[in-house]
């Protein structure tokens, strides 16, 4: 090979490596004057300010009502409001709730700092509550506190109240259907009884009055 052809082949390998790109140059290069490329950094999507200050808390464990959350929590921040699902009949905790502060950074160092927590053999379950999906009735009557049925109570007006005249024999009626039935049942089972006879079965029909015409 002659001096011609060793300046030729050199060159050609000079002109193809001006046309290639060079290594680590592409889109996410930016050519600098008198410079190699540099790497653009791609700027990371900022996470959304929290704005969340309604916590959920699920796995409450017995006896960890409303006075001790309010105790317990306010060790974090200011407790605004919190409610603890109840059974409407019997009163009994649902064994979850929710708790609300004044200042979202402090609901979220709450959930970050409370959830898993082991609390009388329980692992409390936080999390927080997008404000768009806070239920709008959720803090309703919270202020009285909870309030349980007395069916009881209800029981007793509904039976005591004053019987028209229909309800009264339909009740009679009743009473002695029943009394039959107890009556069948002892003869069934042999049992030589002879059961007393109702007071009050027997109702007087109502008299009518007929005035005279004048």
């Not at 039935?181 to 049992?191: M, N, P, Q, S, T």
Request: charged share 35%.
């Amino acid at each position: 090979m002659g001096l011609r052809e060793k300046k030729r082949n050199q060159r050609r390998v000079l002109a193809r490596r001006t046309a290639a790109p060079r290594s680590g140059e592409g889109k996410d290069f930016l050519p600098l004057e008198g410079g190699p490329g540099k790497r653009l950094r791609k700027e990371e999507p900022e996470e959304p300010e929290n704005t969340a200050t309604v916590l959920y808390i699920g796995h409450i464990p017995h006896g960890f009502y409303e006075d001790q959350m309010q105790a317990f929590f306010q060790q974090f921040g200011t407790v605004k409001r919190l409610r603890i699902a109840r059974n409407r009949k019997t009163g009994k905790s649902k064994h979850y709730g929710f708790i609300e502060f004044e200042n979202p950074e402090v609901s979220q160092v709450v959930a970050n700092e409370m959830n898993n927590y082991l609390l009388f053999e329980h692992t409390l379950r936080v999390a927080l509550v997008p404000p768009e999906k806070v239920h709008p009735k959720l803090w309703k009557g919270v202020r009285r506190g909870f309030v349980p049925i007395d069916r009881v109570a209800i029981e007793r007006k509904k039976h005591n109240k004053d019987k028209t005249i229909e309800e009264h024999k339909k009740m009679v009626e009743g009473i002695v259907k029943r009394d039959e039935k107890r009556r069948k049942r002892i003869k069934a089972a042999g049992i030589d009884y002879e059961c007393p006879a109702l007071v009050g079965s027997i109702q007087p029909s109502a008299k009518k009055i007929k005035f005279g015409e004048d």
